[in-house]
């Protein structure tokens, strides 16, 4: 799983078919401190995030499947929540 912060939306005429009917996200990968990493995921949005988003990605084939509830096809990311506050203990 990962943190990272929502930058736009994927519009495709013709995708995989496990692909139909799913909302796909451009996600850039952030540190807890809100940065920006080098990376950016194209995600299936499962939580109804929006640009702009700081959300939660997990990026596991396995685990996409499940929350997703479909067999495991050509889906490895998939946002699963959207953050309201990052804070870190200090210890």
Do not use: Y
């Not at 796909?24 to 299936?44: E, M």
């Not at 995030?49 to 499940?66: C, K, R, S, Y």
């Amino acid at each position: 799983m990962f943190l990272g912060r929502v930058t736009g939306q994927l519009v495709a005429t013709l995708k995989h078919s496990a692909l139909e009917g799913q909302r796909l996200l451009w996600v850039k990968r952030t540190g807890p401190d809100g940065s920006d990493l080098p990376t950016s995921t194209l995600c299936v949005d499962s939580v109804q995030a929006g640009v702009g988003d700081t959300v939660v990605v997990l990026d596991e084939g396995n685990g996409a499947a499940q929350v997703l509830r479909r067999p495991r096809g050509p889906i490895r990311s998939v946002i699963v929540g959207v953050v309201d506050e990052v804070w870190q203990s200090e210890s």
